[in-house]
């Protein structure tokens, strides 16, 4: 009998920089705190940490901008997609049916301190 197993590896670089302090930007879905966006659209409104597959946005880049000392931290993937598998369905958990190269990116701006995920 063979078990499945599913898994998730991620790595988070802490900034050190107060989140209230910053800036975030994920190019074509975040910009700045989203606050000018409608209602419904992702934004601080809604909640202070979010993760999204990068081959949804223009470039996969996550850049943090601390206002107040003028330091940024952006991260870049730079190797290639090779391999993907399409979700089955769009909302909840997903469940790849495949090997995929496609990872995710984001931050998480909590109450202490602004860090790219």
């Known amino acids: 009998m063979t078990n499945t197993l599913y898994y998730n590896i991620g790595q988070v670089l802490h ?7 910053c800036l ?14 409608p ?3 992702p934004s601080f409104r ?21 206002t107040g000392s003028g330091e940024y931290c952006t991260v870049l993937r730079i190797s290639d997609f090779g ?5 089955c369905h769009s909302y909840g958990e997903v469940i790849l049916s495949d090997v995929t190269s496609v990872g995710y990116t984001g931050f998480s701006a909590s109450a202490d301190s602004a860090d790219r995920t």
Do not use: C, H
């Not at 900034?15 to 302090?21: A, K, L, P, V």
């Not at 975030?24 to 966006?37: A, Q």
């Not at 809604?46 to 601390?66: A, F, M, Q």
């Open 15 to 21: 900034t050190g920089f107060r989140s209230e302090d």
């Open 46 to 66: 809604s909640g202070k940490d979010w993760t999204v597959r990068e081959d949804r946005l223009s470039t996969p880049l996550t850049g943090i901008y601390n």
């Open 39 to 41: 209602d419904n659209a």
């Open 83 to 87: 391999q993907d598998a399409q979700p």
């Open 24 to 37: 975030f930007y994920m190019p074509g879905f975040w910009y700045r705190k989203n606050l000018r966006s």
